[in-house]
């Protein structure tokens, strides 16, 4: 079964699909730069090499090349493999570990407890990109007081790189509240749109 909008590997029977979003294509300029970096790396790495007799300037520039051709195209594999799922039962949310291949992780809301939402840095929060944490109840203890160790916070979601993260971190939140206080309101619930309020219609 193929990820699509409405169906996903793994999905249960019964199991609504409220939203599904891929990372912000913004995504891609990380690993693009780390991919021209390695690039120049090569030139420079033939440059000096080419000085004491040891290899051509021609070398590092068809390895520069390969790794342009070759690189980028895999960088953007990997950023459409980064999905995730919110659903009304849980969230699901799929990483590459490859290219080729990726790991699942889900979160049913009978374990979630909350969110916490936020930018990498100022650039991101300027066209609203940021990151999605849903807690787990494992985290946390009576109080709400975090557990020490850091295997205890690793049940926790991470949604990367998320458009309209602090709205979707408001709707997860909802999400939660309604499953756990009244869950049967969860059928009429809307989808989360990834857009301004009062465009969401």
Known sequence: M?????????????ERVLYHSGQHAAALVPGTIKVLALAIIWVFLFVI??????????????????????????????????????????????????????????????DAVKTKTYPPNIFWKMINVG?????????FVQGNEPRTGEALSNDD???????????????????????????????SLKGFVPKPRGQRD
């Open 49 to 110: 090499l080419s000085q004491f007799g040891f290899g051509s300037l021609g070398i590092g520039i068809v390895l520069a090349l390969i790794t342009l051709v070759a690189g980028i195209p895999l960088v953007r594999m990997m950023q459409q493999k980064n999905t995730f799922y919110v659903t009304d039962r849980r969230v699901v949310r799929f990483e590459a570990n490859t290219p080729f291949t990726a790991r699942t992780r889900s979160l049913s809301w009978s």
């Open 157 to 187: 979601i991470d949604l990367v790189h998320t458009y309209y993260y602090e709205d979707l971190g408001n709707y997860i939140d909802k999400v939660i509240y309604l499953y756990k206080n009244n869950a049967s309101e969860l059928a």
């Open 131 to 139: 990151t999605v944490v849903i807690h787990s109840q494992s985290t």
């Open 2 to 14: 193929q990820n699509t909008s409405t169906n996903f590997a793994g999905q249960q029977s019964g």
